[in-house]
Every structure is written in structure tokens, then in C-alpha cells.
């Protein structure tokens, strides 16, 4: 059996080395004028399955950019694996992400696709081609290497996108929304993969989803966000054990936690603090 | 799951076929039944007669035509994509020179080919010039729409996995530019035949090196209308090549990707 990893370490001291991202005090204001940020502080620990839950418009998407380093704060700042942005990319230090749509080169096949952070890394022919192969067999597209995108449907399409994130090793995978466009039945497999990927792989993965459930069942901690201006109002840790299958789903520890999370997210659409609500753990 | 490699509909074959049938069959019954002379309309039968006839004269001067159009072709090709590429580095270099390649595009090709056969001394260069004011205009728009038409998406998975200018370029910007480069392609493929053909007209270049305009244009002074008719249907059939060359071309080229491949029969 694999060995259960739980969620809770949440003592304030958390040494460099359990830390792959922080964010202190960040923020962000658009050209236009437009607050997309309050300041954030939020700490990203190694080995978690770190959920941003918030509505449209509350600026997690944001947060995952900055996270990403695709966008500089306005203000604050962030450290990655206690270093600059300029630092990540080498190995231990290997940023990922994966986006809302699959987001694939339609003039590549499938294994070209995927190959695509190797190639640009320039990295040696015959490790690229384990890794890719070992990549596509992941997400169980091994008969499909040689497709077009086109060829495929969305859900596998989005498989393809995951290998590729998945194809150097990330030590930290971002992903906007990856499976909001897609139907409910691919949505809840893929979830249940993803789950056992960031188990099996000891994947440290910070999500971004407008889907409470999903959040219960994938992360390891929730961090909540509202909108206008976009910040950060609670975290709440799911401390359940992994893996969690159909039985936690329908539990009601899950609907607990589902409702717990849903009550905050109305709070902070409604412009209130969380008054009388778990508070926030973050300092 | 893939229409392009499905055998086109027969139909869509025969019907433009039957078409040209109609019409040639109506237009030989009308001149021989109202006796019209060859020298207005002559019949099918007689063009095509004439075809074979003076075929070495005409031929010969397709091959020039041709060729001016073909070099005009790979030269707008080669300079139109090369501004586009220059372009997309900055949007102020765009903004700066887009209004004269507007302003060449817009000025008609007879004012300026008269100028352009007086300043360059060899009259076949001056030709092919004057097909490339033409036909590169569709290029240069085409290919730079296309080289900045670029998933932003894409454009920040390169970013995050810091890729060079270059590698962005090669790797990205080409590639989603192909499909709007070869738009620009079967328009250009048209405007080179066609500029080819107008210059020929306003330098009217006989002897050796005649192309099909002038034989048009001799025909017409001779009322040779049979060699007229001769002579436009081989350009209309080079025209129909060139365009079919670039549509194969394009599919060849974009058959696994792109959508404008898909659901064409």
C-alpha cells in the first residue's frame, strides 16, 4: 500500500527547504488602473497540493502568473525555492504549467508536442526520447504518440498538455483551470489521475479551479480567494488522507468541507471579511 | 474523423464540367447557326483549331509570360516575406513603413510600369518588377498577420521555458504563420500572372522575347480575333495552373493541422 501523505504541516517556521514558492505581500495593478490584487502572502510547500478556489474575477489566475513568473508584481515579492525567478529552471528548481485549454502546437504530433521543453532546453537526443515516451505513457496516451492534436479528443488533448508539463520533471506544476472546459465525466477521471500522479510522482502542484468539489478532492489545502479587489481570505487544510476515492467523494467529511468552503466563497463575494469563519491561517 | 484524405465528391468534378460543355456547346451552335464571323466571335472549334495551328508562336510566348510571372512569384515571396519578418520585430517599424506598402499596393501597376521600364535598362527585369509591386502586396499582409497571430498561451509556455527570439520564431511564429502566408500565396500566385501581362501591355515588347500580352495585342490590331481568343485562353488556363498549384500546395503543406483543410472537398 502507498504510503498515506497528509496535509497539516502548518507550524509558522517553515525551513527553505520545504518551500517552494513565497509570496509576500504581492500585488498587482494593471496599466489601466485596475486592482487585480490585494496584497497576497502565501507560502507554497514542497510535496502539497496547493487549490486557489475563488470566483471569476478574484485574481487567482493572476496569482498563478505571478507564480509563474509570466507577470511581475506591481509590488511585494515572491522567491522561488528561496531564490529569484532567474534561478528557477535549473534542476530542483523546475517551473511547469498547464493551462485552461490544451494549448498545443496543432502542426506537432503528439510526441513532438510533448517534447517541446526538451527541445527548447536543447537537452541530448536519446534523453528527450525516454522522457517523452515515459511522459505519454503517464497519461496513458502510448498508443497516440504519433497523432495529430486534432485528432484527438479534448480530454486527451489536455492528457498531452499534462505530459508535456510533466515531461522535465517539475519541481513546481501550475495549472490555470486545466479541466474547466471540459464534460463532467473527463473532468472527475482526470481529476482522479491527477491525484494519483501528484501522489505517485511526488508532484508539488498549486491548482487554480472555480470548482469547489474539485478543490476538496485534489488538494492537500485550499486557499480562498474574493473578487474586487482580488485577495486572499482564508486557507483551509483538506486533512484527509490520500489516495481519496469515490467512497470520500460521497462522504460527509467531503460535503463538510465542500460547504465550509462554499460559505466562505459567498462571504467574500458578498464584500464581507470572514467574520466568524475559520480565519485565515496565513500570517 | 478525416475528411481530407476522403476522395473528393465526383460531383463537385462533373458539375463545372458539364458547365463547360454547355456553354462551349451553346456558343459553337449560336456561331454557326446566326453565321457569326470569325473575325467578331470566332466559334470553339476555330480557336481551338488556331491553337494547334500557332501553337509554336503562342506557346513560345506563354513561356515568357510564364516565366515573368514565376520569377515575379518567387521574388515577391522571397521580398514579401522578409518585410514581414521585419515588421513583426517592432510594432513601430510596422507602423512606419505600412503606409507604403499600402501606397504601392493602391497605385495602379500602368502608372508606375511605364517608370519602371524607363529606369531599369534590361526590359525582362522591368517586368518582372512590375509583377512584384503586384503580387507582393497580399504576401507581406498575409504573413505578418500570420507571424503575429500567435496563441498568447504558446507564446508563455516558450517564455516560461525560456526560450530564445530565435526559437520563438522558428519554432512558433512560422509555424502559425504558414496557413496566412499561403492565403496570401493563391492571391500573389494571380496578381504575378496578372501584373506579368499588364506590364507586358504598357512596354509592348515584341521580337524574341514576346509575351502573351503582346501577341494579344498584335492579334488585336490585326484583327486576328481567332489568335486573340487563342492567346487569352492560354493565359486563363496558366492562371487556373497557378491557383491549383498553390491550393495543392497549401494542402500539402497544412493537411494534418490546420481547419481550413478539414471540411474542403
Known sequence: MEPERRAGRQGPALSASELAVAVARATKTWPNGTRALDPVDLDVRRGEFLTILGPSGCGKSTLLHLIAGLEAPTSGRLAWWGGPFAATGAAGRRLAMVFQSPTLMPWARVNANVRLPLALAQAPREEADRAVADAIWLVGLAEFERHWPRELSGGMQMRVSIARALVNHPDLLLMDEPFGALDEFTRLRLDGELADLWRKRELTIVFVTHSIHEAVFLSTRVAVMGPRPGRLIAEVAIDEPHPRGEAFRLSTRFAGYAQRLSQLVAQACGGETADGMPAAEAP | ?265
Not at chain 2, 504558446?154 to 527570439?165: G, H, Q
Not at chain 2, 498553390?246 to 497544412?254: E, H, Q
Request: net charge positive; glycine share 6%; hydrophobic share 60%.
Open chain 2, 1 to 265: 474523423m478525416n475528411a481530407a484524405r476522403e476522395p473528393i465528391e465526383r460531383w463537385r468534378i462533373v458539375a463545372p464540367i458539364v458547365v463547360a460543355i454547355g456553354v462551349l456547346a451553346l456558343w459553337q451552335a449560336w456561331t454557326v447557326l446566326d453565321d457569326v464571323p470569325t473575325y467578331l466571335v470566332p466559334s470553339p472549334l476555330v480557336v481551338a483549331r488556331t491553337l494547334v495551328t500557332d501553337a509554336g508562336l503562342l506557346f513560345a510566348s506563354l513561356g515568357v509570360t510564364v516565366s515573368i510571372a514565376l520569377k515575379a512569384l518567387a521574388l515577391a515571396i522571397v521580398a514579401g516575406v522578409a518585410i514581414a519578418l521585419v515588421f513583426v520585430q517592432s510594432r513601430w517599424i510596422e507602423a512606419a513603413f505600412t503606409p507604403y506598402v499600402v501606397l504601392m499596393q493602391v497605385t495602379p501597376i500602368v502608372a508606375i510600369a511605364p517608370l519602371i521600364i524607363i529606369w531599369v535598362r534590361d526590359t525582362q527585369v522591368a517586368l518582372v518588377l512590375c509583377a512584384v509591386v503586384v503580387a507582393i502586396f497580399p504576401i507581406v499582409s498575409d504573413t505578418t498577420l500570420g507571424l503575429r497571430s500567435v496563441d498568447p498561451r504558446l507564446i508563455d509556455l516558450f517564455r516560461m521555458n525560456r526560450a530564445t527570439r530565435w526559437q520563438v520564431l522558428w519554432r512558433l511564429r512560422i509555424p502559425s504563420a504558414l496557413p496566412y502566408f499561403f492565403g496570401g500565396l493563391r492571391i500573389a500566385s494571380g496578381l504575378a500572372l496578372i501584373g506579368a501581362v499588364v506590364a507586358e501591355f504598357v512596354a509592348g515588347t515584341g521580337g524574341q522575347g514576346a509575351g502573351l500580352a503582346y501577341q494579344i495585342l498584335m492579334a488585336g490590331i490585326q484583327l486576328n480575333i481567332p489568335r486573340l481568343f487563342a492567346a487569352l485562353v492560354l493565359i486563363t488556363a496558366a492562371g487556373v495552373v497557378f491557383y491549383g498549384s498553390t491550393v495543392l500546395l497549401s494542402r500539402v503543406a497544412l493537411r494534418h493541422w490546420h481547419e481550413s483543410q478539414l471540411d474542403e472537398r
